[in-house]
């Protein structure tokens, strides 16, 4: 049984950074495309960014330049670096195992001054 459990989320002033983590466990993610998405109040779920297996990444336009996506195989960990945070950004965020379809319990992020 493959899990995610996210951790990094918190309250952050406009233009201010976080890092979220996700951590797998019952499989290694070493072979598997491994993504991050989010979903805002009253707003249907996001894709945010996608990292494969050999380190491409990818972003969904609103995000590019500001975050960074990437993964550490020998922890079994992806991250999700956020700078520049907008008030826009406020939302749960949710790591996603595409091959298992499975998701995290997700980490809250919100962005107020």
């Known amino acids: 049984q493959v899990q995610l459990v996210e951790s990094g989320g918190g309250l952050v002033q406009p233009g201010g950074s976080l890092r979220l983590s996700c951590a797998a466990s019952g499989r290694m993610i070493r072979i598997y495309t491994m993504g991050w998405y989010r979903q805002a109040p009253g707003e249907q779920r996001e894709w945010v960014a996608t990292?494969?297996?050999?380190?491409?990444?990818n972003y969904a336009d609103s995000v590019k330049g500001r975050f960074a996506i990437s993964r550490d195989n020998a922890y079994n960990t992806v991250y999700l670096q956020i700078n520049g945070l907008k008030p826009e950004d406020t939302a749960v965020y949710y790591c996603r195992w595409g091959a298992y379809d499975t998701w995290g319990q997700g980490t809250q992020v919100t962005v107020s001054s």
């Open positions: 990292i494969t297996s050999d380190g491409s990444t």
